[in-house]
């Protein structure tokens, strides 16, 4: 997926009232064209093994890494499955390590997991479902987060096309927000993202971004 994204919860929002009223602000304020429906599910799995020390992995020994562990970490024993799509266009990710490491892999990949018992235990699980909507040069999907059984708000996702440079992009993105939420809406706007930790690119977003954006705001926010 090209382009910048940025992931936000809405906290506050009111279920299908509130998927109702974005849909009626990006079609009829915005003009934006309905793609379709939409969905993406986050699954957390714990090990009994820090994932850290069994494979080795060299952890920066420097000032900061020193220090408690930022929120939005997860532990070395904690391991994150992001699912985007369906069909052909399905793409999963794993997110594990303390968040340092992202990878995506073949489908088959998560019936493997399942599969090994002793290591990754299935803990919890996050569903979106939602619509997906176009307009002339910007993707918003929007959907109501359930964690389990428990409705969690809204999550909305903006990609913006035409440049993958975040740092130059969130004004743009910042100005969609704001004509399609309500003005005393309570939005995480899901700050203190750092794509180095993973040795991902800051400048340059990739579809293993958008997945560490997701996970990084599920465990800022203790919702998984």
């Known amino acids: 997926m090209p382009g910048s994204t940025w992931v936000l919860w809405w906290k506050d929002a009111q279920g299908t009232a509130s998927l109702g ?15 379709g429906r939409w969905s993406m599910d986050t699954r957390l799995f714990y090990s009994p093994y820090n994932f850290v020390d069994l494979q080795g992995l060299k952890v920066s020994n420097d000032a900061d890494t020193q220090q408690t562990e930022p929120r939005g970490t997860a532990s070395d024993q904690s391991m994150y499955l992001v699912v985007r799509g369906q069909g052909a266009q399905r793409r999963q990710f794993f997110v594990m390590a303390s968040n340092r490491v992202v990878v995506e892999t073949e489908p088959e990949m998560e019936s493997i997991i399942l599969r090994l018992k002793n290591l990754w235990v299935p803990r919890q699980s996050a569903r979106i479902e939602g619509y997906s909507y176009e307009g002339d040069d910007w993707i918003i999907r929007t ?10 708000g809204l999550i909305i996702e903006i ?4 440049c993958s440079n975040p740092e130059q992009t969130r004004g743009l993105m910042r100005e969609l927000l704001m004509m399609i939420l309500p003005s005393d809406a309570q939005v995480d706007v899901n700050a203190g993202v750092d794509y180095r930790r993973a040795s ?9 971004h958008t997945a560490y954006q997701y996970v990084h705001l599920f465990t800022q ?3 998984l």
């Open 159 to 162: 990609n913006y096309l035409p």
């Open 21 to 35: 009223l974005l849909q009626e602000r990006l079609l009829r304020g915005l003009r934006a064209n309905l793609k």
């Open 143 to 152: 959907g109501n987060l359930m964690v389990g059984t428990s409705y969690k």
């Open 200 to 208: 991902l690119d800051p400048h340059r977003m990739t579809d293993q």
């Open 221 to 223: 926010s203790s919702l």
